[in-house]
């Protein structure tokens, strides 16, 4: 207790340094705080934009259809079963159809996937409401996202040549008009593909009543369905990749993590190292006054260990109010990540658990109090008499 | 007053490596001092003052020989033992005042007391005894830096008699003083000398400290010369 009153009192009456470096702490601290708030945030929005536009709540896929085997598309349309229809029409489901087309742009040609979504479905958060009123025209309505425009060089009120086979094997051909180009959270719902009215495509498909998959709405409980047609995959099944993908991310922020510490405890270290030496003649009159050398060896550990916490104090003084304002208003992300294979949307919000406070918290102290024991292990064997002419 | 041995020395030696060989401070010394002395080691720079107080002070261990320091022996003392001894009945006075930095003058007179847990009443009263002692106050909220030589070692004297110790050592007390100062602390010393009956033990060459002192111990090479009571 007795020391750590003095420990307490020579940081109170110790110089600028002791207050920089807890300044420079309790920085590391709150852009750790915040970089895994961003990483954490930006994982939990990737998921949920995911779903919400692509994922649902788990999808009944046609048994042939595989989303990374454009080849399986041609074959992977089925009539829908009455109960799956059920759903349907209650709005718990809504059916897609996918299919394996050509486009021309600009006398190039490129392979896409064309979508069929029904106008009114509002199981999945895409605008597929701006290509209702277009049953009559001689052209085929389309959205595509910005990446897609971005890749294709196709702009609003574009035509586009396109060429698919219908399920017969016959090859077709028509124009799609790109009614709107908009931001699709979802890359997968973006990149090489072109988003149609469910009953055009089944037209042009000659497959009246079909689907590739039925997506659940997300709140939805797994749904059964007698048809063997139709295989359900459910929500973790669906995001596997993605899961792996955010694990493999997760390295990153912790090596950024672990550089953050790094340079705040060897901050720490370089500071305890000069004040020891600074302070060998103080250290040699504390040992003269009748402290043992262990004594005084704690006394500096103990000053160190409560920069940490000063630097936690400072921390919670200025970044709370900073992390909060950011978790509330968000980060607007620069175009550069909107393009990124991530779903994500315009704005970032972090995300801070109490369990990222109170680990980062410990951690660092626990390092603090370690990086400042460390040096302080060569006053055990200082000469007090060297150490009292401040050699 | 019990004229007591409170110092008792026998054949104390003490070597310092250099290099392969050793460089021999003290050699053979013998001396004892009783209670109550004002004593000094007087010698040139070099002569091994310094060291033998330091032995005197368990700040460091004789190579060979005995020194026994209220029925201490010094050499057989581990670090807490003497930290102990050092903390409840020694009191040292340095020449560069050594008082520690960030605290006020009357937090550097009240760490003593601070070592030996007295209670904040007692510690208060104490320190305002100690700096009534040295005359000085009126500077007891001052810090280290706002103080002048003499005044700083007036509050390294507080420090050293707040705890009222059996013992004071005094490394060369006056030799960053004026003359003036000087004699004002010395003054002040005599004066706890006699008042507290506190044995002091000095090493100088200060001729101004030599005037006051009651024994001269002479050394010359890390051997006594000379011992003498002086009236």
Known sequence: MFLLKLAFRNIAHSGIRAWLNIIALSFAFVAIVLTEGLYDGLSEQVKDAEIDSNVGGGQFWQKNFDPYDPFTFDMSHSVIPADLNKEIEKGNASPVMIVSASIFPEHHIQSVRINGIDPDQKVVNLPAAILKGYSDTDYIPGFIGSRMAKNSGLKTGDYVSTRWRNIKGTFDAGDIRI?????????????????IPLDKLRKMMQATGQATLIILKKNVDKINTISSDWVFKDQDFLLKDLNENIKRKKIYSTFFYIILLGIALLAVFDAQVLSIFKRRKEIGTLIALGMTNWSVNLLFAFEGCMIG?????????????????????????PTMVQQSQFAIGLTLYPKYGLKLFIMTG????????IVSFLPTRRITKLNPTAALKGK | MNNSCIIKINGLVKDYPMGKKFFRALNEINLSVNTGEFCGIVGPSGSGKTTLLNIVGALDNPSDGDAIVMDKNVNDLNPKEAAKLRNESIGFIFQTYNLLPVYSVFENVEFPLLLLKKNKEERKELVMRALEWVGITDKANSRPNQLSGGESQRVAVARAMVKSPTIVIADEPTA??????????????????????????????????????RRKVVLNDGRIVDDVKVN
């Not at chain 2, 010393?189 to 001729?207: I, S, V, W, Y």
């Open chain 1, 309 to 333: 916490l000063f630097s936690l104090f400072a921390a919670v003084l200025y970044g709370f109010p900073l992390l909060y304002y950011l978790a509330k208003k968000g980060i607007v992300l």
């Open chain 2, 176 to 213: 960053n003083l004026d003359a003036a100062n000087s004699h004002n602390i010395l003054g002040t010393m005599l004066r706890l000398n006699n008042e507290l009956k506190t044995t002091f033990l000095f090493a100088t060459h200060d001729e101004k400290v030599i005037g006051y002192l």
């Open chain 1, 179 to 195: 009614i709107k180009i908009i931001d699709i959270a979802a890359p997968l719902n973006d990149r090489e593909q072109i988003w």
């Open chain 1, 362 to 369: 410990m951690i660092l102290i626990v390092s603090v109090f």
